[in-house]
């Protein structure tokens, strides 16, 4: 699978952005998450869903904040991001990975064996 992801920007704290994350080839049995990472601290997972069938997980910073959903016609994942705070400004990062034949969360970084390009998000206060 390849990923493209954009949409990242300069938004006031309190605001909204939303992610794109386009997907191409091989999305049967794959799982999609968006990570980020701001300057001088490791990536951090955000949020990911099984590309069918919904089952999405959420970091509990970003949780009830943050929804990840799937456009079927556009082959696009998206990561809404509302009520956006000062500390989500970073670098995103979406990602991908085969999950075989047993759906199983997962948010370590290292199991994602394809990655977009960056985005970044800025959060004025």
């Known amino acids: 699978v390849q990923l493209q992801a954009s949409g990242g920007g300069l938004v006031q704290a309190g605001g909204s952005q939303r992610l794109s994350c386009a997907a191409s080839?091989?999305?049967?049995?794959?799982?999609i998450a968006w990570f980020r990472q701001a300057p001088g601290k490791e990536r951090e997972f955000v949020a990911a869903?099984?590309?069918?069938?919904?089952?999405?997980y959420y970091a509990d910073s970003v949780s009830g904040r943050f929804t990840i959903f799937r456009d079927n016609a556009k082959n696009t994942v998206y990561l809404q991001m509302n009520s956006l705070k000062p500390e989500d400004a970073a670098m995103y990062y979406c990602a991908a990975r085969y999950w075989g034949n047993s759906w199983y969360k997962e948010v370590n970084e290292v199991k994602y064996d394809y990655w977009g390009q960056g985005t970044q998000v800025t959060v004025s206060s």
């Open positions: 080839g091989r999305t049967f049995n794959s799982a």
């Open positions: 869903r099984r590309w069918t069938g919904g089952l999405a």
